[in-house]
T-cell receptor, first 117, second 111 residues
Framework: DARVTQTPRHKVTEMGQEVTMRCQPI?????VFWYRQTMMQGLELLAY????????DSGMPKDRFSAEMPDATLATLKIQPSEPRDSAVYFC???????????????FGPGTRLTVL | GNSVTQMEGPVTLSEEAFLTINCTYT??????LFWYVQYPGEGLQLLLK?????DKGSNKGFEATYRKETTSFHLEKGSVQVSDSAVYFC??????????FGSGTRLQVQP
């Protein structure tokens, strides 16, 4: 049963600490998305990659957030330094997009719940 | 830019009641439209989709019709169950192939 996995599932840290969240997309998917969910803002797209190349990170605060795909099986989202306002659930999703062809479903991971004290 | 507006929750219904959750959108071009569902403590799951005007998406008794003339994609179910209690998100996908979500509507179904 192929699924997107995310680690850790929960993270509590103190302001100023570095946080790294990891995502393993479904094997064969070429597009990876990072979303953030908060009560105030709802679900927001932070960044996404296609074939490991960043396509759009306009939703991400550049001064403290960074997203990478070291290889096709791993995507990372890093916050340094973390702040209380970063507290949220961070979702990774993956999908297969071929050119301008029809939409293929995005599969979401279970999320990482981050609390910054 | 693209945006999705959906009705505020929570929506509280008795079991077997009829459900409607309204969703309207603003987009350039011809987006694809989706409903996702999120159960407590879980990620989002695709519930149904429609990729062009007048398409009807359906799954698990839920339906939504892509109405270009009213820019709407309302979610309906004829008879809800307690197990349908969740948060429902309307979303669209434009040319970037990334999803723009509505704010979500919490549904609570009471026995």
């Amino acid at each position: 049963d192929a699924r997107v996995t995310q680690t850790p599932r929960h993270k509590v840290t103190e302001m100023g600490q570095e946080v790294t969240m990891r995502c393993q997309p479904i094997l064969g998917h070429n597009t990876v998305f990072w979303y953030r969910q908060t009560m105030m803002q709802g679900l927001e797209l932070l960044a996404y990659f296609r074939n490991r190349a960043p396509l759009d990170d306009s939703g991400m605060p550049k001064d403290r957030f960074s997203a990478e795909m070291p290889d096709a099986t791993l995507a990372t989202l890093k916050i340094q330094p973390s702040e209380p306002r970063d507290s949220a659930v961070y979702f990774c999703a993956s999908g297969l997009v071929l050119g301008t062809g029809p939409y293929n479903e995005q599969f979401f991971g279970p999320g990482t719940r981050l609390t910054v004290l | 830019g693209n945006s999705v507006t959906q009705m505020e929750g929570p929506v509280t219904l008795s079991e077997e009641a009829f459900l409607t959750i309204n969703c309207t959108y603003t987009a350039t071009g011809y987006p694809s439209l989706f409903w996702y569902v999120q159960y407590p403590g879980e990620g989002l799951q695709l519930l149904l989709k429609a990729t062009k005007a007048d398409d009807k998406g359906s799954n698990k008794g839920f339906e939504a019709t892509y109405r270009k003339e009213t820019t709407s994609f309302h979610l309906e179910k004829g008879s809800v169950q307690v197990s349908d209690s969740a948060v429902y998100f309307c979303a669209l996908m434009g040319g970037r192939r990334a999803l723009t979500f509505g704010s979500g509507t919490r549904l609570q179904v009471q026995p």
